[in-house]
């Protein structure tokens, strides 16, 4: 059973990067469906990215596509995020998933995801 635990949140101006990690244990991310989701206040849980370590599919919402990139190294996650907006600004939370190679990875943004981390904040001021 994954545990999650998120880093590297913090606060930023409009315009700006930040990278923020997901350490992972209790499994080794060889075969799982990753996912980064965020959740501002009064907000549903939206999921930005995802990746199947398996074979590195990436999933992204349109809201960030070409801003945020997904990967991997080990057993961290990592969220690249540049050209920051205000509307980007949400609790950011990790999920993963054991899920077989023979299924594959474009269906990991679409997961029940159940084991989201604690969260990191990210906060984008204009």
């Known amino acids: 059973h994954l545990q999650l635990v998120e880093s590297g949140g913090g606060s930023v101006q409009a315009g700006g990067s930040l990278r923020i990690s997901c350490a992972a244990a209790?499994?080794?991310?060889?075969?799982?469906?990753m996912a980064w989701s965020r959740q501002a206040p009064g907000k549903e849980r939206e999921v930005v990215a995802s990746?199947?370590?398996?074979?590195?599919d990436t999933y992204y919402a349109d809201s960030v596509k070409g801003r945020f990139t997904i990967s991997r190294a080990g057993n961290t996650l990592y969220l690249q995020m540049n050209f920051l907006k205000p509307e980007d600004t949400a609790m950011y939370s990790c999920?993963?998933?054991?899920?077989?190679?023979?299924?594959?990875?474009?269906?990991?943004?679409?997961?029940?995801?159940?084991?989201w981390g604690q969260g990191t904040q990210v906060t984008v001021s204009s």
């Open positions: 209790g499994d080794t991310l060889n075969r799982h469906c």
């Open positions: 999920g993963g998933i054991l899920w077989p190679i023979s299924v594959g990875g474009r269906v990991c943004s679409q997961l029940a995801y159940d084991n």
């Open positions: 990746i199947y370590t398996g074979s590195s």
